[in-house]
């Protein structure tokens, strides 16, 4: 192939290492891929939301082990060709499925910044670690969580889950549960959720040693919250039967339709029985943001733990778990674990200690922090407020498109920024969800589907903050337009 129609020929690495022994090449074709990125985030309205891959594509893509180089410019052109067309969708504006966060030009920029850092966040004396502090100080501050406080970035809101069960296992059980394991006492603890709690929580026990069936889902009401008196209960009769309650999960906006449980009543009731009270914040804890959502978040700021994703309505690029502790010594004491390999000193890089490792399983640990610093300072809690807020107001939208169009059924409250409907039809689960399929094909939206009441629901989770109107538009006219066709 001449030259000219294969791009750069730039191969990285000199001869001793992986670096260039001319940088001018490299800085040209990483110019090319910046500019790539910003093209796509721009252009994002231009493109399906998502389009099937092609099985010749899949099949073109899939290639032998790399043992020789290829010069940069033609892995970057296969990235163009089969990964960037197939993504996942939710840069897109008109992508509401499940509770993905649409991610910012800003974050990119800033997953650029800590990849050439390469830091390593796992512990030491450096600030990259002061900026994970930062952000821990700044949610401390949203949270009105005390000065002891710890926080600390993980994957996604179900490990800070599981992260929150075993510190409250340690809180049940005594730090000796690390060495021990759960023995006969852990078979009696009981933990509590809703119905409509995420099903990592179940996993969450499950991994702990406890068992999923350690946990009791209470029901909801009309507006699916948990039943705080069918959780009294429940707890009153496991005492009586000789059972050791330890852990209530409340949600700060359910999976399903985004729900808030009633977060004051949660404290209350943990406080009277000393159990401990944790929050599946996923995407609502970052609700405090906004003025409109914060009082409804109200008892958010009593709880012994916080579990929250920044990549969902905190727009922050994935992946940006978070997990905040009230108690910081009970967080460390849960994970502490010390090696002569990861020995603390007072001076030089090895000093700094308590490290992040001390807080949770990994020791390596990315720099998820930076992109969450840079997106905080950029925008501001104010306008990521005014975002969520709005986001919200688009829900409400939806809804009177909804009510409007005699086909169409509400199937929940719209509490938040979640909207679950479905098209009339005597065989409506099927039909709502080959139109779900159908629509995510068209590449005009992308719902997703859950179950309420044993009804196949359309869900459409507004979290990306470049949905409006016209999206809306486009997703009830399809269902529409698709419903119509298929039941002709
Ligand atoms: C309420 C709730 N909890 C937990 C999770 C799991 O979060 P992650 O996917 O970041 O692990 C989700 C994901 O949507 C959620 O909505």
């Known amino acids: ?22 940088w001018s090449e490299l800085r040209a074709q990483g110019h090319k891929m910046l500019d790539n990125m910003f093209d796509y985030v721009e252009g994002i309205r231009r493109r399906p939301v998502w389009q099937p891959i092609p099985d010749d594509a899949r099949a073109r893509f899939r290639a032998e082990l790399p043992r020789d180089p290829s010069p ?35 974050g990119m920029l800033a997953e650029m910044l800590a990849g050439g850092l390469n830091a390593n966040l796992g512990g030491r004396d450096h600030m990259p670690i002061e900026v994970e502090r930062q952000v821990v100080a700044w949610m401390r501050q949203a949270f009105g969580f005390p000065l002891e406080a710890s926080g600390l970035f993980v994957t996604g809101t179900s490990m800070a889950n599981l992260l929150a069960v075993l510190v409250a296992r340690a809180r049940a059980l005594g730090e000796q549960v690390r060495q021990t394991g759960v023995g006969g006492v852990g078979t009696r603890l ?34 699916h919250r948990i039943d705080i008196a069918a959780l009294r209960e429940a707890i009153r ?21 985004g729900a808030i449980d009633d977060l004051r009543a949660l404290h209350e009731l943990c406080a009277e029985e000393r159990l401990w009270f944790h929050i599946d914040g996923a995407f609502g804890a970052l609700g405090v ?19 929250l994703d920044f990549h969902k309505w905190g727009q922050v690029p994935y992946d940006a778990g978070f997990l905040m502790v009230r108690d910081g010594q009970q967080h460390f004491d849960t994970f502490a674990a010390p090696a002569a390999y990861l020995r603390r000193e007072t001076r030089g890089l090895a000093a700094g200690s308590p490290w992040p490792t001390d807080f949770g399983p ?11 610093w840079f997106t905080l300072k950029t925008f501001g809690t104010d306008r990521l407020g005014a975002m969520m807020a709005r986001t919200c107001a688009l829900a409400r939208y939806l809804e009177r498109r909804i009510a409007a169009e005699e086909q169409l059924e509400l199937l929940a409250p719209v509490g938040l920024n979640i909207v679950c409907f479905r098209y009339r039809a005597a065989n409506a689960d099927e039909l709502n969800a080959e139109i779900v399929a159908d629509i995510h094909e068209s ?32 997703l009830v006219d399809a269902v529409l337009k698709v419903g119509r066709v298929r039941t002709a």
């Open 443 to 474: 590449g005009i939206a992308a719902p997703s589907t859950t179950t309420l009441a044993g009804k196949l629901a359309i869900r459409a989770a507004i979290v990306n903050h470049r949905t409006d109107e016209q999206d809306l538009d486009a």
């Open 72 to 106: 940069l410019a033609d892995v970057h052109r296969e990235f163009t060709e089969f990964v960037l067309p197939y993504a996942t969708g939710n840069v897109h504006p008109g992508f509401m499925g499940w509770v993905h966060g649409g991610g910012t030009a800003v």
């Open 190 to 223: 009981r933990a509590y959720s809703s119905v409509a709690a995420h099903g990592c929580i179940a996993q969450a026990m499950d991994l702990s040693g406890l068992g999923s069936e350690a946990l009791r889902r209470v029901g909801i009401d009309a507006a």
């Open 1 to 22: 192939m001449p030259r000219s129609d294969r791009g750069s020929d730039f191969a990285p690495g000199g001869a001793d290492g992986l670096d260039p022994e001319d």
């Open 362 to 372: 990994d020791l390596s640990r990315g720099f998820r922090a930076l992109k969450t």
């Open 289 to 307: 943001f906004s003025p409109e959502i914060a009082p409804r978040l109200a008892g958010l700021e009593s709880a012994d733990s916080i579990a």
């Open 237 to 257: 009769a496991d005492r009586e039967a000789g059972l050791e309650p330890f852990l209530v999960v409340g949600s700060a906006g359910t999976v399903d339709i």
